[in-house]
């Protein structure tokens, strides 16, 4: 387990200051602000803590309020909302000045029988370990100068494997445009058999790509667009259980975008084709001096 893992492993393991109050920090790193999947991963924890162990959580609704100040600590409130024979509901507000930067309701469900479909077909991609490492891709395009270099040396907790095109090679070669990626990701170690854990981990690694999807079909990237942009809300299902230590395909698209906003969808696949998860986010993108 490389050392960028075990600083998100242990940014999720939050501090309980009081009966469903709970404290958590941000890396210590040079960031304008928290970044997303972290502040949903980390309200999913502290819902995760005030409900049944056998009562997993199938769907969230969040919205990104203000965006967080990583040089302070997070306290996440939890609303007992409802707790029913089989569906459990919990709402979590995200404090940081006194004020909220983010919200959440999250639904947990007990197993049960029921009726069973899949209309949903994974892509037809090629497999993980023939696909180069994100960075070894990013270095192609970006070269070995700083900042760059510096940037791309430090380890990730996430495996990235892009099928698509990524943002940089879109900004540079415009044929390259689309309003679809295919990223297979993993986390590179053996994870304990903890469903939420893998739950949340994932929802820590939902936010990573969706924006960019909306950027990859207007050929912008960070760092080479003048670029504002922010996820405004993020929902997410959960529809069976999927282990994040193995490879996860996730397949994204964005059918939309104007208003100084984008839409993108996600779906998170099983390597063996198994929709695990959906995805939906709103982003704001703004193109500041064109």
């Given at each position: 387990?490389n050392?960028?893992?075990?600083?998100?492993?242990?940014?999720?393991?939050l501090?309980?200051i009081e009966?469903?109050?709970f404290?958590?920090?941000?890396?210590?790193?040079?960031?304008?602000?928290?970044?997303g999947?972290?502040?949903?991963a980390?309200a999913?924890?502290?819902?995760?803590?005030t409900?049944?162990a056998?009562?997993t959580?199938?769907?969230l609704h969040?919205?990104?309020?203000?965006?967080g100040?990583?040089?302070?600590?997070?306290?996440?409130n939890v609303?007992?909302?409802?707790?029913?024979?089989?569906f459990?509901?919990?709402?979590?507000?995200?404090?940081?000045h006194?004020?909220?930067?983010?919200?959440?309701?999250?639904?947990?469900h007990?197993?049960e029988?029921g009726?069973s479909?899949q209309?949903?077909?994974?892509?037809?991609?090629?497999?993980?370990e023939t696909?180069?490492?994100?960075?070894?891709?990013?270095?192609?395009?970006?070269g070995d100068?700083?900042?760059?270099?510096?940037w791309?040396?430090?380890?990730?907790?996430?495996?990235?494997?892009?099928v698509?095109p990524?943002?940089w090679?879109?900004?540079k070669?415009p044929?390259?445009?689309?309003?679809?990626?295919?990223?297979?990701?993993?986390?590179?170690?053996?994870?304990?058999?903890?469903p939420?854990?893998?739950?949340?981990?994932?929802?820590?690694?939902?936010d990573?790509t969706?924006v960019?999807?909306?950027l990859?079909?207007?050929g912008l990237a960070?760092g080479a667009?003048?670029?504002?942009?922010?996820?405004l809300?993020?929902a997410?299902?959960?529809?069976?259980?999927?282990?994040?230590?193995?490879?996860?395909?996730?397949?994204?698209?964005?059918?939309?975008?104007?208003n100084?906003?984008?839409?993108?969808?996600?779906?998170?696949?099983t390597a063996?084709?198994?929709?695990?998860?959906?995805?939906v986010?709103?982003?704001?993108?703004?193109?500041?001096?064109?």
């Amino acid at each position: 387990m490389n050392e960028a893992l075990k600083e998100v492993l242990d940014l999720l393991d939050l501090e309980q200051i009081e009966q469903d109050i709970f404290r958590g920090r941000s890396p210590e790193e040079r960031i304008q602000r928290v970044f997303g999947g972290q502040v949903a991963a980390q309200a999913l924890v502290a819902a995760g803590r005030t409900v049944p162990a056998e009562r997993t959580v199938h769907s969230l609704h969040a919205y990104f309020i203000r965006p967080g100040d990583p040089a302070i600590p997070i306290v996440y409130n939890v609303e007992r909302v409802r707790d029913g024979r089989s569906f459990t509901t919990r709402r979590v507000v995200a404090i940081q000045h006194g004020k909220a930067i983010f919200t959440m309701s999250a639904s947990f469900h007990v197993l049960e029988e029921g009726v069973s479909h899949q209309a949903a077909v994974m892509p037809a991609v090629p497999a993980p370990e023939t696909l180069p490492l994100y960075q070894e891709r990013m270095r192609a395009v970006v070269g070995d100068q700083e900042p760059w270099r510096e940037w791309l040396a430090k380890p990730r907790p996430v495996d990235a494997r892009y099928v698509t095109p990524l943002t940089w090679e879109a900004y540079k070669d415009p044929s390259l445009r689309g309003s679809e990626t295919q990223v297979w990701f993993r986390y590179d170690a053996d994870l304990p058999d903890d469903p939420l854990l893998h739950v949340v981990l994932a929802a820590y690694a939902s936010d990573y790509t969706l924006v960019d999807t909306v950027l990859l079909s207007h050929g912008l990237a960070w760092g080479a667009s003048n670029l504002k942009g922010a996820s405004l809300d993020h929902a997410m299902w959960f529809h069976r259980p999927l282990r994040v230590d193995e490879w996860v395909l996730y397949a994204q698209e964005s059918p939309w975008s104007g208003n100084a906003r984008g839409l993108a969808k996600g779906q998170m696949f099983t390597a063996s084709g198994e929709l695990a998860v959906s995805v939906v986010q709103e982003c704001m993108i703004r193109v500041v001096n064109p």
